[in-house]
């Protein structure tokens, strides 16, 4: 298990200057042949660096590797990876080029609806690992999007996943809005994020507009209300000129009445932002069951009236396991639905 830095470290120990090291990482996240590129690898980079590069490469394809793909109905792909100590996590790969990353093995944060937060944290996972599952992902397809919203928290692992996010936005090839970092609010993230290089778009778990059902549903997030949320998140669409994307899971019964719509209005109305309604992913395993399509849409339609610039989204691979957590649990993001956009200014 190692980090970017640690690889960084390696190479410069080879011989490697920034120029060679930018090179190599290039070859290793867009998953470029070592044959590609206008100077040839041999007549560019040091003897030593170039003598240990197959095994380097061979090392840093072993850190994700392809367990099981379960193709979905619309056209996104579920993949069980293999990191380098035998763990697994899964990676989405999206409709449209984008793929979904997990940045961490398990979640603290809990989440009762969420089944990877049943497993509690087991690891984290490394920036290395991070940007590995992209590098996996492209030997496959195309990705031009990364979103940060397959198993774990990424405020829990923050430093790993900035670190993977300034590589992705800069040798990644990736552009910085469409790298998307998803977390429950902490307020260390809206700091964070404004302060590096690479600054990402914002995802926000909000479910619910209720502070107290809030903590039961999600029982080990930061005690920031969801108007410190919306508050927070509100500052950093303005300073980074991107939406923030509110996510609801929608619950049957549970986060779905007309108490909440009222007060989603009241809570995001003018704000800088969409909100994206999933229907909540039934999991045999889990006390909670998924809104009927025509349900779920009637909350967008009314929303959408009054001003709340709302999109329905169905998780990816609905067929095939789409609850985050479940191919791990078992040895499986989002086709859109679009049912309703408003500008939200
Ligand atoms: C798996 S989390 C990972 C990122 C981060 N921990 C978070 O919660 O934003 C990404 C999104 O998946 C949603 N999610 C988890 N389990 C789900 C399920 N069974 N059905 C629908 N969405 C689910 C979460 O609510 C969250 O918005
Ligand atoms: S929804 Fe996100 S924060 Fe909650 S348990 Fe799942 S991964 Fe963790």
Redesign the pocket.
Known sequence: MFSIADLEQRLAALGANAAHRQRVMRHWVQALPLTQGRRQLEHYLPHALLAALPALMAELEGLATLVESHPGADGSARLLVRLGDGQTVESVLLPRDGLCVSSQVG?A???QF?M??RDGLIRQVTSAEIVAQVALARRQRAVKKVVFMG???PSHNLEAVMEAIEVLGTVGNIGHKNLVFST?GDPRVFERLARGPVKPALAL?LHTTKDALRREL?PR?PRLTPADIVDAGERYARETGYPIQYQWTLLDGVNDGDDELDAIVTLLKGKYGVLNMIPYNSVPELPFQRPDWDKARDIARRLHQRGVLTKLRDSAGQDVDGG?GQLRARAAQPRKRTVAIQPAR
Do not use: H
């Open positions: 979640c944060v809990g989440c969420c990877t937060g198993m774990g928290e429950v778990s999600l997030a985050c």
